[in-house]
């Protein structure tokens, strides 16, 4: 089960979220076709993943911007611009542009931190945009706590699109990375859980200023939790497979 889009569509254009995927993904084609074996890519993280004994020792502070630019596979770029897609448009149409990319790199800055802190003895490097990408979902659930996202279904051959409330969807998501970081050894490696409970409260945290300037509660009273725009509308389109009709014996 995830998420394929959102029905609140953006006032303005995207640049800066548009200009964050093509980033990552120029990002991921030169690196992973410039290191043409697994050791040259894993000492290419090393330098430019954030590592937490370093950062512990303010070495290397850079890596906290370059990590949040290195994927480890094509998947997990994917699964990353495939949520900052969907969520990043709204919060760069209610923030503006130049304010948008502070919140998402602050919001990539309050994950490292909470990374570093799970486990600050670790030589595993952190790379990945989630982080951030975990920021922006934090602003959307304090800002369209109702907005309807669309969720892929698939179930063995029962494959099903249908929408549920951004609460759920964002609340059900953050339960599990916390249940995950909670319960998973911080020094494993693998999926930087904290990093995506430290984006999110991160991210949320630096949304309380603007949705208080909104009115706060009246704000949510005011558009009920849902985007200032009508709801973009999807209809499926009609299957091209013909229907055979059963024979009676």
Do not use: C
């Amino acid at each position: 089960m995830f998420p394929i889009r959102d029905h609140n569509p953006s006032g303005r254009t995207p640049y800066v979220t548009y200009a964050l995927i093509v980033v990552n993904v120029i990002v991921f084609v030169w690196s992973w076709s410039a290191m043409p074996g697994e050791n040259q890519l894993g000492w290419f993280f090393m330098d430019w993943g954030l590592v937490p004994q370093q950062a512990i020792a303010l070495r290397a502070p850079e890596t906290i911007i370059t990590s949040m630019f290195l994927h480890a596979g094509w998947m997990h770029l994917a699964g990353n611009m495939l949520f900052l897609w969907i969520f990043g448009d709204n919060l760069e149409d209610i923030f503006g542009h130049a304010r948008y990319l502070a919140f998402y790199l602050l919001s990539g800055l309050s994950a490292a931190v909470f990374q570093v802190l799970a486990d600050p003895s670790s030589g595993v490097p952190m790379v990945g945009a989630s982080g951030a990408i975990a920021g922006v979902m934090g602003g959307y659930l304090l800002l369209f706590p109702r907005a309807k996202v669309d969720i892929l279904l698939i179930i063995v051959i029962f494959v099903r699109i249908f929408p549920i409330p951004a609460w759920v969807m964002l609340g059900l998501w953050f339960a599990v990375q916390l249940f995950y970081g909670l319960a998973t050894a911080a020094d494993m490696g693998g999926v930087a859980y904290w990093a995506h409970t430290g984006g999110f409260v991160g991210g949320l945290l630096l949304t309380v200023p603007l949705w208080l300037s909104r009115g706060g509660t009246a704000f949510w009273a005011r558009t009920h939790g849902t985007p200032p725009h009508p709801d973009a509308e999807y209809t499926a389109a009609p299957s091209a497979i013909p229907k055979i009709p059963r024979r009676r014996r």
